[in-house]
């Protein structure tokens, strides 16, 4: 049983570039949360989404930012018009459902713009 | 012993000995708590979580203690292993799904 997959690891874009991130949950997983985390500090909440569905995007910038879970295919997280601050590590987990809190972490993307 | 470094406060401890990681939340209605390891390059992994409702609960090798009284939770791990070397998270669970880390702790192994 594959744990959840994150592609690419790691993704380099110049300034003024689109940056789109890929997540695939756990099987039998169909909640999905993105995370940032910056160097030396803990991950912060950007957005909860189900299937065709945001639930909670109350941590995600209100401009560039996205998120998307389609029907099929994985969950992808773009940001438009990267800045150098936006560089940082995006980290995916997946539940099985909202009842169940236990989430389980993909590998994470780490975003460099230079 | 324990430093706040520039970044990560950091607890070094010996191999053997039993390591208390500590965490402060900051809401009082935070209903459900989880403690995560991350090591180098990869995403945190789950340890042990604990509901509101409990003062305690072990795992192996862990125990997470928590105090509603002063919004205080612990991460005990006995026997401390160098694979136990690596940056420890606490989190609360908000409303809804919203989960909110703490900031981190190192736990550096020393041979």
């Known amino acids: 049983n594959a744990g959840v997959m994150q592609n690419p690891r790691h993704l380099v874009r110049r300034r003024g570039q689109e940056a789109r991130l890929r997540c695939s949950p756990m099987k039998g997983h169909s909640h999905v949360y993105w995370y940032r985390q910056l160097p030396e500090e803990g991950l912060k909440f950007m957005v909860y989404?189900?299937?065709?569905?945001?639930?909670?995007e109350s941590g995600m910038p209100k401009e560039r930012f996205s998120a998307e879970f389609p029907k099929e295919g994985p969950s992808i997280l773009r940001i438009q018009q990267v800045v150098r601050g936006d560089s940082a590590a995006y980290f995916c987990?997946?539940?099985?459902?909202?009842?169940?809190?236990?989430?389980?972490f993909g590998p994470g993307t780490r975003l460099t713009v230079t | 012993g324990e430093s706040v470094g520039l970044h990560l406060p950091t607890l070094s401890v010996q191999e053997g000995d039993n390591s208390i990681i500590n965490c402060a939340y900051s809401n009082s209605a935070s209903d459900y708590f989880i403690w995560y390891k991350q090591e180098s390059g990869k995403g945190p992994q789950f340890i042990i979580d604990i509901r509101s409702n409990m003062d305690k609960r072990q795992g192996q090798r862990v125990t997470v203690l928590l105090n509603k009284t002063v919004k205080h939770l612990s991460l005990q791990i006995a026997a401390t292993q160098p694979g136990d070397s690596a940056v420890y998270f606490c989190a609360e669970k908000l409303a809804g799904q919203n989960f909110v880390f703490g900031p981190g702790t190192r736990l550096s192994v020393l041979p």
């Open positions: 989404l189900q299937k065709e569905n945001i639930i909670d």
């Open positions: 987990a997946s539940s099985r459902s909202d009842s169940s809190y236990e989430q389980y």
